[in-house]
C-alpha cells in the first residue's frame, strides 16, 4: 500500500515590519520551534496589506492567509493596524459570501518582544487550516 | 535578465538546517537567468568581499540575498551593492536564518519552505526598481515650548550660538513657576532677582534679536519632520502692544472690573486689565477679554484713555492670531503643575479655610503676592502654629506612586521662612519619607532639626491623617495616636505634568509615560531627547525635577539641537515612500484621510492629491486605501508583492 502523505497547509503570513516581522526574527533568535507551512511576506506596515493580496494569495494556492500587526496603540505609523482590522472584517463577510471558512483570514497582533507569541500564533492557525484541510474553491470565484 | 541569488550558510546555523545543493538544484527552475552562489558567512569582512567581487564579475541585474534578517544585515548588502555601483534598491533579502532554519525542526522541511522563500524573492526583485535617497537642507532653528528655566536657558545658548529661536510661552510673562516664588531652596535665593539677568538677556541682551518671545500663545499644529518643521503658533491678544508699553500700571488704575487672580492661586483680586504680578517680565499688564465689561455689550475704554503712551498702545480690538514658524528641532519645556491635593481625601483642601497647597503658599511668602509678603490666616492674623504635610499623593498607588523628589526640600525652605517672619510660630512636619539628596540639602533640612520651634513627625500612610475642624473653629492635624490644633495647613502635593501636556503630546505624537510626563528615548542614555526624532525634552515635564536640573536639561537640549542640526548640512530622506499618479487620481481624498502623518495634500484646481515625500513615512496604508489604484508604494509596490505571493506559492 503507498502512503497517503498527510495534507500539509501552505499559508502566508503578512507581517508589519516593526513588531510581528521582529517577534518573528525574535522567535528565531531564541529557536522556538514551529510549523513550516508559513511563508512570510514582510511589509512595513499591516496596513499596506491589501484584500487583493489576501485574494490574490488564496486563488495562487494558499490554504490560507494570517496578518500580524503590531499591538492596537503601539502601530509604528500609529494607526495603520487599525487600517488592517477594518479591512479584515470587510473581507471575512467577502470569503463568507465565497464559501470561505473564516479560519483561513486571521488577523493577530505580535509585538517584536512576543517570540514565544508568534511561534504560538503560527502553530494554532497551521493547526485550524489544517484541520479544515485543502482550500477548494471554484477559481473563478475568487479570480 | 540576470538574477544573482547569494546563500550565506553562515557557519553552520544555515547550513545544518537548509541544503545549498538543493537550492542551487531548484534554482534552475526558477526564472532565466538566475545564478546561486554559496558564501559561508557574507556580513564576514571575507564574505563581503567575495560578495562584492563576485557581483563585479556577473554584473547580474538583480541580486536576492538569502541570509539572516533583513533587521540585521540590509543596511550591510545594500552598501555593498553601492560599493559596486549598483542600485542599492535592487536587492531582496531572505531571512534564512531567523525565519526558517533556526524555526523549523525538520531539514528537509526547512529546505523546502528556503526554495519557495527565495523563488518568491527572485520573482519580487525582478521587478524592483532603482531608487535615489534625497539630501535636504534643514533649518537648523529651533522652537522652545514653555519659557520657564529649562526653556529660557535653551533659548538664549541656542540664540548665542547664532540659531534664531522661536521661544512659545502660555501665560503672559516669562519665568515658569520659579519666577512666583520668592526664595528657592537651596541656599534661599532670591528667584525673581536671580531669573532676572537671564530674563534681561532674553529681552534686550546681545543675542535677543535671534529670540522671537510669543507670550499667550499655544502651538497648535506641527507638520513636518526632523530638519523640517512647520509649527503653527495661535496667540491670544494681549491687547496692549508689548514694543511700546511702558509698564507705568495707568490703564490698571482705570479699569472698572475685576476677577481673582490665577496666577495667586485665585486668592487675589486683578482687575481686567492687569499684571500678572508685579514684578513680571515682559513687564507689561494684558487684558482678560471675559472679565473686561466689554464683553458684556457695554461701552468702555478707560484703559485706552488712560495710557499716556498715545492710542496705540491698547488696543481693544486686538484680534486673535495664528503665527507659522519654519524650524528644524522642537524643545519641549513646559514644565510641571501640582497634583489637586483635594483628590487626597482628609486634607481638607478646597474646604476648609488656611489650608494652602504649596503654590499658594509660595505666593503668600511672596513680596509680589497676595498678601505682599506676609504669613496670615483667612481672618488676617499671623498664625502661630503651622503644620506642613509631606508626601501628599506622592509614594501613594493611591495617587501617584513615584517621589515627586523636591517637596521635602522646599518643605525645609518654608521651615526657614515661616521662622524667619514669624520666629514665635511653632511648625511641625508631618512626613512619610524625607529625601534631601545631594551635597546642599542638608543644609535647610539641619535647621529645621535644629529650629527650636519645629518637630518632625512621621506618618505611614496618607490615610492616618485627617485635616478637620473641631467647634471652636480651629484646624485639628488628626493622626494616628492623637491630633494637633493649629492655625494653617500647608499641603505638598505630588508634583505633576503642567496643564495642556495631553493636547501638546498628542499634537506632537510624543509619547508620554503612565505618569503623563514625557517619555524619554532612553531613560538614561537619551534622557533629554522624546521619542520623535528632533523633539527633545528640558524640564519638569519629563519628571519632578528642581530648577538646578531644569537649566542643565535645557542645556542638554541645545546640545543635541547643535549636535545634529548644522546649517550647510544635509539630511537624508529615505526613498521608500508614496507617489500619486495624477493622472488616475480620482479626488476621492480618501488617501488623506487615512494618511497618519499629514503628508498628503489636496490640490482642489486639479482635483488631484500629492504625497509629500518629505512628509510620507513609507507605511502604504494610502496605497492600499486608494480606490483607483493611482499610488505606487515605492519598493512595495503591488506588482512586487502579488509577484512575491505567486512565487512563494508556485
Not at chain 2, 518643521?229 to 496692549?240: M, N, T
Not at chain 2, 496643564?499 to 514625557?518: N, P, Q
Request: hydrophobic letters at 40%.
Amino acid at each position: 500500500m503507498i502512503p497517503v502523505k498527510a495534507f500539509e497547509p501552505k499559508i502566508i503570513g503578512f507581517l508589519c515590519n516593526w513588531c510581528s516581522y521582529a517577534g518573528a526574527d525574535k522567535a528565531g533568535g531564541a529557536q522556538e520551534a514551529y510549523p513550516p507551512n508559513v511563508q512570510v511576506i514582510r511589509v512595513m506596515c499591516s496596513g499596506r496589506v491589501d484584500p487583493q493580496f489576501i485574494l490574490s494569495s488564496l486563488a495562487n494556492g494558499a490554504d490560507g492567509v494570517i496578518v500580524l500587526a503590531c499591538h492596537p496603540g503601539d502601530c509604528h505609523y500609529k494607526e495603520g493596524n487599525c487600517r488592517a482590522l477594518q479591512r479584515h472584517s470587510m473581507l471575512l463577510l467577502l470569503l463568507e459570501q465565497l464559501g470561505i471558512e473564516k479560519e483561513r483570514y486571521r488577523l493577530d497582533y505580535v509585538s517584536a518582544g512576543e517570540g514565544e507569541k508568534f511561534a504560538q500564533v503560527i502553530t494554532e492557525m497551521v493547526e485550524s487550516v489544517r484541520a479544515l484541510g485543502p482550500l477548494s474553491v471554484a477559481q473563478e470565484s475568487i479570480d | 535578465m540576470k538574477t544573482g541569488v547569494y546563500f550565506c550558510n553562515c557557519g553552520s546555523n544555515i547550513a545544518d538546517k537548509i541544503s545549498s545543493a538543493a537550492v542551487s538544484e531548484a534554482a534552475k527552475s526558477f526564472p532565466e537567468g538566475t545564478y546561486v552562489t554559496i558564501v559561508d558567512f557574507i556580513c564576514s569582512e571575507d564574505g563581503k568581499q567575495q560578495f562584492e567581487e563576485s557581483l563585479k564579475a556577473e554584473r547580474p541585474d538583480r541580486v536576492v540575498v538569502a541570509a539572516c534578517s533583513p533587521r540585521d544585515h540590509e543596511a550591510t548588502f545594500r552598501r555593498c551593492l553601492t560599493n559596486v555601483e549598483m542600485n542599492p534598491y535592487l536587492m531582496q533579502m531572505v531571512n534564512i536564518r531567523e525565519q526558517i532554519a533556526w524555526v523549523t525542526e525538520d531539514p528537509a522541511a526547512a529546505t523546502e519552505k528556503a526554495i519557495g522563500a527565495i523563488r518568491g524573492a527572485v520573482c519580487r526583485v525582478r521587478l524592483q526598481q532603482p531608487l535615489e535617497k534625497k539630501q535636504l537642507e534643514v533649518c537648523p532653528d529651533a522652537l522652545v515650548i514653555g519659557a520657564g528655566p529649562a526653556g529660557m536657558k535653551a533659548a538664549l545658548s541656542l540664540a548665542e550660538a547664532g540659531r534664531s529661536v522661536v521661544l512659545v510661552e502660555r501665560t503672559p510673562f516669562m519665568g515658569g513657576l520659579p519666577v512666583r516664588f520668592d526664595e528657592l531652596f537651596p541656599a534661599l535665593e532670591c528667584a525673581p532677582c536671580m531669573l532676572e539677568p537671564l530674563m534681561g538677556d532674553l529681552l534686550h541682551g546681545d543675542y535677543a534679536e535671534k529670540i522671537e518671545l510669543i507670550t499667550m500663545a499655544e502651538v497648535v499644529e506641527v507638520t513636518g519632520f526632523y530638519g523640517n518643521f512647520i509649527a503653527k503658533i495661535r496667540q491670544k491678544p494681549r491687547h496692549v502692544s508689548l514694543h511700546e508699553c511702558i509698564g507705568c500700571g495707568e490703564c490698571v488704575e482705570a479699569c472698572p472690573a475685576t476677577t481673582l487672580n490665577v496666577f495667586n492661586s485665585s486668592t487675589s483680586e486683578r482687575k481686567a486689565i492687569d499684571f500678572a504680578f508685579a514684578g513680571v517680565l515682559p513687564n507689561a499688564p494684558f487684558l482678560m477679554e471675559d472679565v473686561c465689561i466689554r464683553s458684556r455689550g457695554e461701552i468702555c475704554r478707560a484703559c485706552k484713555d488712560a495710557c499716556p503712551m498715545g492710542e496705540d498702545v491698547v488696543d481693544l480690538d486686538e484680534m486673535e492670531t495664528v503665527i507659522e514658524r519654519t524650524i528644524g528641532a522642537i524643545i519641549i519645556a513646559t514644565g510641571a503643575g501640582l497634583y489637586d491635593a483635594s483628590q487626597v481625601v482628609g486634607m481638607g483642601f478646597g474646604t476648609l479655610p488656611d489650608v494652602y497647597d504649596a503654590l499658594q503658599f509660595e505666593r503668600m511668602l511672596s513680596s509680589t503676592g497676595p498678601t505682599g509678603g506676609e504669613i496670615m490666616t483667612a481672618d488676617g492674623g499671623a498664625p502661630s502654629s503651622v503644620a506642613i504635610i509631606h508626601c501628599v499623593g506622592s509614594l501613594d498607588d493611591a495617587h501617584k506612586p513615584y517621589c515627586s523628589g523636591i517637596c521635602c526640600q522646599y518643605a525645609f525652605k518654608f521651615n526657614h521662612m515661616i521662622t524667619a517672619k514669624l520666629p514665635e510660630a511653632t511648625i511641625t512636619h508631618y512626613h512619610r519619607e524625607l529625601v534631601v539628596p545631594g551635597k546642599e540639602a542638608h543644609s535647610l533640612f539641619h535647621h529645621a532639626v535644629e529650629n527650636k520651634n519645629s518637630s518632625l513627625k512621621r506618618y505611614n500612610s496618607i490615610g492616618d491623617l485627617a485635616i478637620t475642624r473641631n467647634s471652636s473653629g480651629q484646624l485639628l492635624v488628626n493622626f494616628e495616636g492623637g491630633a494637633d490644633t493649629v492655625d494653617m495647613v500647608i499641603l505638598c502635593p505630588a508634583v505633576t505634568p503642567a496643564e495642556g501636556a495631553d493636547e501638546l503630546s498628542a499634537m506632537l505624537d510624543v509619547s508620554r509615560d503612565s505618569f503623563g510626563f514625557y517619555r524619554e528615548l532612553h531613560g538614561r542614555m537619551d534622557a533629554a531627547q522624546s521619542t520623535i526624532k528632533g523633539i527633545y525634552l528640558a524640564g519638569a515635564c519629563q519628571e519632578p525635577m528642581d530648577v538646578r536640573t531644569a537649566m542643565l536639561e535645557g542645556m542638554a537640549s541645545v546640545g543635541y539641537t547643535l549636535a545634529g542640526l548644522q546649517p550647510g548640512r544635509t539630511i537624508e530622506i529615505e526613498p521608500i515612500t508614496a507617489e500619486v499618479d495624477e493622472t488616475r487620481c480620482s479626488g476621492c481624498r480618501l488617501c488623506g484621510s487615512v494618511c497618519p502623518y499629514h503628508a498628503i495634500t489636496f490640490n482642489v484646481e486639479q482635483n488631484v492629491s500629492a504625497v509629500n515625500a518629505v512628509l510620507c513615512h513609507g507605511c502604504g496604508t494610502c496605497v492600499t486605501a486608494c480606490p483607483s489604484g493611482a499610488i505606487t508604494g515605492h519598493h512595495f509596490t503591488n506588482e512586487q508583492i502579488m509577484a512575491e505571493i505567486e512565487g512563494v506559492l508556485k
